[in-house]
Nanobody, 122 residues
C-alpha cells in the first residue's frame, strides 16, 4: 500500500510559480503511476497531470498543458508538480493519487493524499 502526502501549496499572485510535492511511503512507489487532480469549491474534480511509474511518459489536462510540468524522483519517493504562469482559475485543492496501472484513467487511482490548497489572487 502507498500513502501520499502533498505539500507546497499556498497563496500566490497571478503569473507566479509554485511547486507542489507529493511524498510517498511504501516500497512499491516506483511501480505506481501518479497523478495530480484538483477540485475548486462547487466544481467537479479535474485531472491535472500524470506520470508513468518510470517517469518516462507524462500527460496533462487541457487547461494546464504548457504551464504545468509533472516529474518524479523515485529515489526520493516524490512526485512534483511545477506550476508556472498561475491564473486565478487555478485556485483549488490539489491532490496527488497513485495507481498500479501504467497509464491510468482518472477512475483507476486507488491511493489519495489529503490535498494542499493553492490560491491564486488576481
Amino acid at each position: 500500500q502507498v500513502q501520499l502526502v502533498e505539500s507546497g501549496g499556498g497563496l500566490v499572485q497571478a503569473g507566479d510559480s509554485l511547486r507542489l510535492s507529493c511524498a510517498a511511503s511504501g516500497r512499491t512507489f516506483s511501480r505506481h503511476a501518479v497523478g495530480w487532480f484538483r477540485q475548486a469549491p462547487g466544481k467537479e474534480r479535474e485531472f491535472v497531470a500524470a506520470v508513468t511509474p518510470s517517469g518516462s511518459f507524462t500527460w496533462y489536462g487541457r487547461s494546464v498543458e504548457g504551464r504545468f510540468t509533472i516529474s518524479r524522483d523515485n529515489a526520493k519517493n516524490t512526485v512534483y508538480l511545477q506550476m508556472n504562469s498561475l491564473k486565478p482559475e487555478d485556485t483549488a485543492v490539489y491532490y496527488c493519487a497513485g495507481s498500479t496501472a501504467n497509464l491510468p484513467n482518472p477512475d483507476q487511482y486507488a491511493y489519495w493524499g489529503q490535498g494542499t490548497q493553492v490560491t491564486v489572487s488576481s
